[in-house]
C-alpha cells in the first residue's frame, strides 16, 4: 500500500478532486447505511410538499466525498480524518453531477496537522458545500 503524503510534502494550495453523479440508488443505499430515512430524501409525495418541492439529497452523502479526497488522494493513504466544518449551501438533486474539492490551505508542522478548504460545486458550477477539514497526515 502507498503512504500518502507526508506533512513535508504537502503545499500550500494544493489540492485535489472528485466528481460524482449522486443518483437515486446512492441516496437509498445512504438512507440504508446511515439510518437516515427523512422523507425529505425517500419520499417524493412529501418531499414536494416542502420547500425543495422534491427530494435532495443527504447533505452528509456530499460531505462524504471529501473523506474519499482525502483518504486516497490528499494527503492519501494513512492520514487521519480529525474534523469536519460543514456549511450546506444550497440543496443537491438527484443525478446532480459533484465536484468535491479539498485544497491545503495551513500546515500546524508541530502537531502535525493540516487544515484544507474542502469545497462542493455542483454541475452548474454553483457553490453546495462548503468547509473546513482537519487531517492528521501519515508521518514521515
Known amino acids: 500500500m502507498n503512504t500518502g503524503k507526508t506533512i513535508s510534502e504537502l503545499k500550500l494550495g494544493e489540492s485535489a478532486s472528485l466528481t460524482k ?6 441516496v437509498l443505499a445512504f438512507a440504508d447505511v446511515s439510518d437516515d430515512h427523512n422523507p425529505v430524501h425517500v419520499d417524493e409525495a412529501f418531499a414536494k410538499t416542502t420547500m425543495f ?3 435532495i439529497v443527504h447533505g452528509m452523502l456530499v460531505g462524504s466525498l471529501f473523506s474519499s479526497i482525502l483518504g486516497t488522494q490528499l494527503p492519501g493513504n494513512g ?6 466544518e460543514l456549511k450546506f449551501i444550497k440543496p443537491v438533486r438527484f443525478n446532480d453531477t459533484i465536484t468535491a474539492k479539498v485544497t ?8 502535525n496537522r493540516i487544515k484544507l478548504e474542502t469545497t462542493a460545486r455542483n454541475q452548474d458550477d454553483e457553490l453546495v458545500v462548503t468547509g473546513i477539514a482537519t487531517i492528521m497526515p501519515p508521518k514521515a
Open 79 to 84: 492520514s487521519i480524518y480529525l474534523g469536519q
Open 104 to 111: 491545503v490551505i495551513e500546515k500546524l508542522l508541530d502537531k
Open 53 to 55: 418541492k422534491g427530494r
Open 21 to 26: 453523479t449522486i443518483t437515486e440508488a446512492d
